[in-house]
C-alpha cells in the first residue's frame, strides 16, 4: 500500500485556478436537477415497509403507556443518547429515550453494511470516551465498534430502564390544561410528559431516488442502511459476503456510504456496477491504531481538547504554534495554510485574507486529490470520471485505501451518469445506460438520508401542535423561528437540538452534549422552580433571531458554486431552510460562552416560566 504523503499539494503556480473555478461551476450545472430535493421520492408501499421493519431484533410486545413523564426525547442514537446522559447528570431521572430502532445507536444501529466505518477520527467522533473510559482501537472505528461503544454510553449513564424502542411517535400535541405533551406513539401510547426534546439526528431516514422504474426491478433491491445479509451472505463483523459469487450487482451512489461499500462488492461479487453521478473526494486513509501507551498519558480534559482542535482546523483560524492533532483530510487546508504562514514568519492576517489563503490551498489540495485518482485507476477515462470538481467541504471528504483500485478489476465497472443527472431508468431485469440495458441480480441503494426534505416527512410525525393546536410545520415553513436554536414560542416546554438557529461544531457529537446540557440546565431549572410550563417569549425570540441574523457571516457563494448535494439543498438557493440553518456567525465556541453566561447569570432571561398556584407567567 502506499501512503500518500497528504501535504504534498502541487503549488498554486502549477494549476490554473480561474479554469478550474470554470469547470467547477460547469460541472456543478451539468448536474443540477430543477427537482432539486423533489427528485427523491417519499418512501410509500414496500418501500416504507422495507424501512420502518427493524431486521436485527425481534419487536418485544408491550402494554401501551398512558402515564406521566418528566421528559419524552425523540431518539436513542447519538443526539439522544448524549440528551439522556445530559438530563441524568442534572438530575432528571424520569424520562424515556423513545425510538424506532431496537436499541441504542440510531445511525450505528440502523447501519450494519460491510466497510461500515467512522469518517472522522473517532478520538474527536466517539463521544464521552473519559466517562466510558474506552480506547478506540483506531482512528477511524468500525461501525460495530462505535455500536457497542453506545451500549457501555447506555450502560455508564443508566439508560437501558428508560428506553423504550421500537417505538414510532405519531403525535404530540401540547395540552394547556395539564400543561404537559400528549405523546402519542404506534404501540398505542399516550404518555403525558412535562417536557419534550427533538433529537432524532440528521441521518434518521434513508432517501429514495425518484429514478423512473424504481419500482419495476424484480431482483433483490435494498437500501445500504437495511443491508440485507441473508442476501449476501457474511455479516455485519465478518464481511465474507460469499452469496454474491454468482450475482452481478449495481450500486448506486458514490457518497461516504457507497465508497466503503464497494471495495467488498468487489472483492465477493461476480460483478460490480457502480453508479456514479458526482465523484467524492477521497484521499488515504492511514487508518492508524490508537496506541494504548498515548492514551493512558492523556490528561483530563483531553477529548474536550482534541474536538475544539478539529473544529479550529475545519472552520477557524488558528494561533501560532497550534498544532493540528488530526493530521487528516479533514484539517489539510488549515495545516497546509498554517505550515505556510509559519514558514513565511506568521505575518499578520485578517480572517478575510485567511479565508482567501485557504481558498487557494483548497484548489492545490483537490488538485492532489484529483493526482491520487490517476496514480490509482490505470484507465484514463475512468479516472478523469472519478475526479472530483468542486471545493473540498462541497461534500463530505471521505478517505479510503481500496475504492479506487476496484476500477482496476474486470469485474468493476463506472457507470457514470452525471451527464443524464442521475439513472436513467430501472427495468425489471436491471438498468438502463445510454440506451442499453444492464442485467443485474441485486440494486443497493447508497442513496443517503432525507437531511434537507420538508421537516413533516424527514420526522415522519404527523401531528405536531403546540399552544393553541399551531403546527411546528407551519410555524416554520419559512424557516426556523427560535429562541438559542433550541426553544420556541407557542410550543411551552419542547425543546429542539442539531442544525437550527444554533451554531454547530465540526463534530457533531460535541453540538449533541453542548445542546444536551443546555437542554438539562433549563429543564432541571425549570422543574427545580416549581415551573410546569416554559417557553420563550415572542419579544426574546424576535431580539435573539434579529441578533443571530445582524451577525450572520454570508457564505452564500461559496454553497451556491458547490456542486448539488444535501450541504446546499441540492443546489435549490431559492430554499429558506437548508440542513445547517443559520448558524451563530461567531463560531461554535462564542455561541457557547453566550449560553454558558446566560446559565451563569441564572435568570433564564428570555423564557416565561409559570407556575401552578398562579398559573400566571413570570418572566
Ligand atoms: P450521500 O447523500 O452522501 O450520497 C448519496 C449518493 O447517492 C450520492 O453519490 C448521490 O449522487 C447518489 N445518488 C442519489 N440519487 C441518485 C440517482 N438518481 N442516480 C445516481 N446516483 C444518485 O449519502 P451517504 O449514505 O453516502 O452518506 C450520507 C452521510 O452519512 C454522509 O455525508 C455522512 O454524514 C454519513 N456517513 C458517515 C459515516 C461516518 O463515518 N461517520 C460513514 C458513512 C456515511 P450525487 O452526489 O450526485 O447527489
Request: glycine letters at 8%.
Amino acid at each position: 500500500m502506499t501512503i500518500y504523503n497528504p501535504t504534498k499539494c502541487p503549488p498554486a503556480s502549477e494549476i490554473d485556478i480561474p479554469a478550474l473555478h470554470e469547470k467547477y461551476l460547469q460541472e456543478r450545472d451539468r448536474r443540477i436537477k430543477k427537482d432539486h430535493n423533489e427528485q427523491y421520492i417519499p418512501a410509500s408501499g414496500k418501500w416504507k415497509d422495507a424501512y420502518e421493519t427493524d431486521p436485527y431484533t425481534p419487536v418485544a410486545p408491550r402494554d401501551p403507556i398512558t402515564g406521566e413523564t418528566d421528559v419524552v426525547i425523540l431518539g436513542a442514537g447519538y443526539c439522544g443518547m448524549m440528551v439522556a446522559a445530559q438530563l441524568k447528570k442534572a438530575g432528571i431521572d424520569n424520562f424515556y429515550n423513545v425510538d424506532h430502532g431496537g436499541g441504542f445507536g440510531g445511525t450505528w444501529y440502523w447501519n450494519r453494511y460491510p466497510g461500515l466505518q467512522c469518517d472522522n477520527d473517532s478520538l474527536v467522533y466517539m463521544p464521552l470516551l473519559e466517562e466510558t473510559g474506552y480506547m478506540p482501537s483506531k482512528k477511524f472505528c468500525e461501525g460495530y465498534e462505535i455500536h457497542d461503544h453506545c451500549q457501555m454510553i447506555a450502560d455508564t449513564f443508566g439508560l437501558r430502564d428508560n428506553a423504550l424502542f421500537h417505538t414510532m411517535i405519531q403525535s404530540l400535541k401540547w395540552d394547556p390544561e395539564l400543561n404537559r405533551w400528549h405523546v402519542g406513539t404506534n404501540r398505542g401510547d399516550d404518555i403525558k410528559a412535562r417536557f419534550v426534546v427533538m433529537a432524532m439526528g440528521p441521518l434518521n431516514k434513508p432517501k429514495l431516488p425518484g429514478i423512473p422504474g424504481i419500482d419495476k426491478f424484480k431482483g433483490k433491491i435494498f437500501h445500504t442502511a437495511r443491508w440485507d445479509y441473508d442476501y449476501t451472505g457474511g455479516g455485519w463483523r465478518d464481511t465474507n459476503l460469499d452469496k454474491l459469487g454468482d450475482k452481478k450487482v449495481a450500486i448506486i451512489g458514490t457518497g461516504a456510504t457507497a465508497i466503503q461499500v464497494v471495495p467488498h462488492l468487489a472483492r465477493h461479487a461476480k460483478h460490480t456496477y457502480v453508479v456514479q453521478r458526482t465523484p467524492s473526494t477521497i484521499d488515504a486513509r492511514n487508518n492508524w491504531p490508537i496506541d494504548p501507551e498515548w492514551f493512558k498519558s492523556q490528561k483530563p480534559g483531553w477529548q474536550e481538547e482534541r474536538v475544539r482542535n478539529f473544529h479550529r482546523f475545519v472552520f477557524d483560524m488558528p494561533e501560532r504554534g497550534e498544532p493540528d492533532m488530526i493530521q487528516d483530510i479533514w484539517t489539510e487546508v488549515t495545516r497546509n495554510v498554517c505550515a505556510e504562514r509559519e514558514a513565511d514568519g506568521w505575518p499578520d492576517m485578517t480572517p478575510e485574507e485567511f479565508a482567501a489563503k485557504r481558498e487557494v490551498m483548497d484548489y492545490r489540495v483537490m488538485e492532489r486529490l484529483r493526482n491520487r485518482v490517476s496514480e490509482l485507476v490505470q484507465d484514463p477515462e475512468t479516472a478523469e470520471a472519478l475526479k472530483p470538481y468542486y471545493r473540498y467541504q462541497c461534500k463530505r471528504p471521505a478517505s479510503n485505501d481500496e475504492f479506487y483500485q476496484c476500477f482496476n478489476q474486470d469485474n468493476v465497472d463506472l457507470i457514470d451518469v452525471a451527464e443524464t443527472r442521475g439513472l436513467e431508468e430501472l427495468t425489471e431485469n436491471g438498468f438502463m445506460y445510454k440506451g442499453k440495458e444492464y442485467e443485474c441480480d441485486c440494486i443497493i441503494l447508497a442513496s443517503g438520508y432525507e437531511v434537507t426534505s420538508d421537516l413533516d416527512r424527514r420526522w415522519g410525525i404527523d401531528t405536531i401542535e403546540g399552544e393553541n393546536g399551531l403546527s411546528i410545520y407551519d410555524y416554520w415553513r419559512e424557516g426556523f423561528q427560535t429562541f438559542q436554536g433550541m426553544t420556541a414560542h407557542n410550543f411551552p416546554n419542547m425543546f429542539f437540538t442539531g442544525f437550527t438557529q444554533a451554531s454547530f461544531n465540526a463534530s457533531n457529537s460535541k453540538t449533541f452534549i453542548d445542546q444536551g446540557f443546555h437542554i438539562g440546565y433549563i429543564a432541571s431549572e425549570a422543574l427545580k422552580r416549581g415551573a410546569v410550563r416554559v417557553e420563550p417569549g415572542q419579544e426574546a425570540q424576535n431580539a435573539y433571531i434579529t441578533h443571530l441574523r445582524s451577525i450572520a457571516v454570508d457564505n452564500s457563494e461559496f454553497v451556491t458554486e458547490c456542486t448539488p448535494s444535501y450541504f446546499n439543498n441540492e443546489g435549490d438557493d431559492t430554499k429558506k431552510r437548508h440542513i445547517f440553518g443559520e448558524p451563530w456567525g461567531e463560531g461554535y465556541y462564542p455561541f457557547c460562552e453566550m449560553l454558558a453566561k446566560w446559565r451563569d447569570a441564572g435568570k433564564l432571561e428570555g423564557l416565561v416560566l409559570t407556575q401552578p398556584e398562579t398559573l400566571e407567567p413570570a418572566e
